[in-house]
């Protein structure tokens, strides 16, 4: 009987060399901030070519594992959640942008995932939490007129939100979420003049957090967000 065909692949040097400084990082033989070894030392170790060590530092680096400036040696980067979840900015832009569905699917795991936010909050804020919210609303307020200054103060607002249960992956995912909606939040809010619903809005949850009441903190959030989502759908109403 003939066997079914199982050619062999052949792979780039390169992607040899990726794999073991990858693996090299991965199990600490190079800690965070260190520097690798020059290119000529790694061409040595690994018996390639220069073109093979660029370009397996290059896609380090595209996936945040490195730090390449010129004129020095490639650094090992300190991983972050904010750091990590920055790596699908670039990508995350492109499918809102050409992708309607996505855009929705986006706004409704954000509303799924601030429901949750708040009520952490409400179980957890401190004073200092408390009064750091209503520093931001007031930065806000003082930013009517100015879309870009109100923006930057309404995502401050909602990942300082998430930022109070404590988790940094879940402060980074609130940070990308608002930082992939800003441009249609922004338009959302030429649009509409309502930025004093969002005000209002922003000042009832910061209240219902301060009461440390999870449920009402999270009826609060979800008034404002499906308000906001009715706006943007009919921009004019």
């Known amino acids: 009987m003939v066997q079914a065909s199982e050619p062999i692949i052949r792979r780039k040097l ?13 199990s600490g033989n190079f800690q965070a901030g260190e520097a690798l070894p020059s290119e000529r030392q790694l061409m040595e170790r690994f018996g390639v070519g220069r073109p093979a060590v660029r370009e397996a530092m290059q896609a380090l680096s595209k ?3 490195l730090t390449i400036q010129h004129g020095e040696r490639a650094r090992v980067r300190q991983l972050t959640a904010r750091s990590v979840v920055q790596q699908v900015d670039a990508a995350a832009h492109i499918m809102l942008s050409t992708s309607p569905a996505s855009l929705e699917n986006l706004k409704e795991a ?19 939490d408390i009064a750091e919210l209503w520093n931001t609303l007031r930065r806000q307020r ?14 401050a607002f909602h990942t300082q939100i998430a930022a109070i ?11 990308a979420m608002l ?3 800003k441009q249609y939040h922004t338009e959302m809010l030429l649009w509409s003049g309502k930025e004093t619903f969002t005000l209002a809005e ?5 209240e219902r957090i301060a009461a440390h009441d999870p449920d009402a903190a999270e009826q ?12 943007f759908i009919h921009p004019a109403g």
């Open 142 to 155: 003082e930013a009517l007129g100015d879309a870009e200054r109100f923006m930057q103060a309404d995502k």
């Open 14 to 26: 390169s992607d040899e060399v990726f794999d073991r400084l990858k693996s090299m990082i991965a």
């Open 110 to 128: 954000r509303r799924f995932f601030e429901r949750g936010m708040v009520r952490e909050a409400a179980l957890k804020a401190s004073g200092a």
């Open 63 to 65: 996936l945040g594992l």
């Open 179 to 181: 930082s992939w909606l």
């Open 202 to 206: 922003h000042e009832r949850i910061i």
């Open 165 to 175: 249960s404590g988790n940094p992956i879940f402060e980074a995912v609130s940070e």
């Open 220 to 231: 609060a959030m979800v008034q404002h967000l499906d308000r906001s989502a009715a706006l």
